[in-house]
């Protein structure tokens, strides 16, 4: 199994990233890498070139391109050079903690969709809190698309299935519709119509609308939505949890003595709540629907999340999670015409 | 001033509304009360009938009830006659802690919309954290409308100004459109557009997008979205906190002595914490855009959360809030025309 990386994109990139990229040649003797940079940063950080190809990209997207034209004009960049070697087979996958809108332009634009699948969906994983039997749930789409059609919701659950069996090892993930009411005549029009498509198929476990005040409390395994939604609600996720934590630090800073001996008592608390919410534990966003796995890490990655996405994309790809998918579509193009016609 | 209270409505109705309305009534010699409900159950909960009318209501609306329907059929309702009372001028402000869409309901086809207003916005406060000087801001709309029009969300800007001016105290309310990004051009069509809109009126001080994840550091003094996306994210961060709360809790439960002796020292933070968010301390949330407030709590409101919404509703009527809004669409139909021919 081969990832090409792009070794240039995100805040510490290329070193943590390089970093990142031999911890995981370390942990996993399956995997092999082709790193795309400016050889002459790159390769002097290599320590161990042991199933790592530094390949040459002597262009870099910056967070500042327009993602579409960046990919149309830099030809030589380590996101365009990275993406054509998964479209031409000479990698299985293809990561990248750079400038979010290239990564996703060019997992749709060079990598290319499955066939049957009308729009890919940016997929995200996040914590359940305080529930013995699940630890995360997956969310898509968590902003690949800002105008989305109630279809493309119902090929996000199909999406949701597999990758959360590939991911999460679950048998039967639960899959809900991220909506305004847990009713099932809840939200406009829209949201009924897809409720209702997704009621009505036999290959997914759908357990019906959810609330995203339940999100955390691992109501689902599978959360459906809109890209818009979707993003608003995990961007408010991640914002309430961060100002949480500031909030009881502040407080504490400002308590006194007792107060400063109760948080030094509390370091394992709070050491263990700041890991159970930190959700780069869990890799990257995966952008679905693609022929190969196309992940985006956080722009300020260091090498230990690097390394965990890539335990992500070896556990994509050994458990053939794309090919699983394309043979889902192709398996069901009669079923997806007539639902796409009837969501019209 | 006269507030018509549903004495009927909530988890603990009727006695905690009766209690919260007499503290109410202790703390502002200004106002008077109409206590809608059946006359059996909330006489005898009386301790003081200064200036506190029970108003007999014989039928109750369950929170189980379709909304419209229960308006309908139920006209001997307190959700009813409350509203009732304001349309027809024998109260300033009605205040339930009943079945939401209800009392949506009665303030839309009842008490009815300001002259020039489309949709009325349903508007709640939040806390912002850890900033000296902002300790809250407002969303809307957070669900009375699922299906938002740009031109609605363009008028819950003016209506969200006045109020933040009248709760708030602001001077000059910065007021931010909820998006995916903070760049003027991120977004759909629609939101291109509402930005657009928001940007070239005179009368806003409209700071531009701003991001979920950035609220309760207080990016804005009045956030505007469409009544779907602030539902979720309402309730995302409602959610997150309460799992964040009950996370540091378990772990504490489970952190061994060390951890329960800091645990007891830190008691004071948390204290502040929990108090910081908890949102019922800002009162109930208002149905903006009406002739007169209308202004529901929490199903769960014991007696301080109706106390502190009465309060709210004090300074509403104080700061003639609702004449402001009648004033401002008055003098801005013409803006408001071509805005909406635009915005189509």
Redesign the interface.
């Known amino acids: 199994m081969k990832i090409a990386v792009d070794a240039m994109g995100g805040d510490y990139a290329p070193t943590e990233v390089v970093k990142g990229v031999e911890l995981a040649r370390d942990a996993y003797p399956d995997l092999e890498f082709l790193l795309y940079g400016q050889a002459e940063k790159v390769t002097p950080l290599l320590t161990d070139t042991t199933r790592i190809t530094v390949m040459p990209a002597p262009e870099v997207i910056t967070m500042e391109d327009e993602p579409v034209r960046a990919i149309r004009r830099k030809k030589q960049s380590s996101i365009v050079l990275a993406a054509t070697a998964v479209r031409e087979g000479e990698a299985d996958a293809f990561l990248s903690a750079g400038n979010s809108g290239a990564v996703l332009a060019a997992g749709l634009l060079i990598v290319g969709r499955i066939k049957g699948i009308d729009r890919p969906g940016l997929t995200t994983t996040l914590p359940v809190?305080?529930k013995p039997d699940q630890s995360s749930f997956v969310m898509l789409d968590v902003?690949a698309n800002?105008?989305t059609k109630p279809f493309n919701v119902v090929q996000y659950a199909v999406m949701g299935q597999y990758y959360a069996q590939s991911i999460m090892n679950v048998k039967n993930p639960r899959v809900g519709l991220?909506n305004?009411g847990t009713e099932a005549d809840?939200?406009?029009?829209n949201?009924r119509a897809i409720h209702d498509a997704l009621a009505g198929m036999d290959s997914i476990n759908f357990v019906g609308n959810v609330?995203?005040?339940?999100?955390?409390?691992g109501v689902a395994d599978v959360v459906v939505?809109d890209?818009?939604?979707g993003?608003?609600?995990l961007?408010?996720?991640?914002?309430?949890?961060?100002?949480?934590l500031?909030?009881?630090k502040?407080?504490?800073m400002s308590?006194g003595l007792?107060?400063k001996?109760?948080?030094?008592?509390?370091k394992?608390?709070f050491k263990?709540?700041r890991s159970?919410?930190d959700y780069s534990q869990y890799g990257g966003a995966v952008l679905l629907g693609l022929k190969a796995p196309v992940v985006k890490t956080h722009g300020s990655s260091k090498a230990g999340t690097i390394k965990n996405t890539i335990a992500q994309i070896h556990e994509l790809l050994e458990t053939h999670s794309a090919e699983q998918l394309v043979s889902y579509f192709d398996q069901h193009t009669d079923e997806m015409a007539a639902l796409k016609e009837s969501l019209k």
Chains 1, 2 share one sequence.
């Open positions: 809190l305080q902003g800002a105008d991220l305004n809840k939200g406009d029009q949201h609330e995203s005040r339940d999100l955390l409390s939505t890209g818009f939604t993003n608003a609600t961007k408010a996720i991640e914002g309430t949890a961060l100002s949480m500031k909030l009881i502040g407080e504490i308590g007792g107060g001996l109760g948080a030094a008592m509390l394992p608390v263990n709540v159970a919410m």
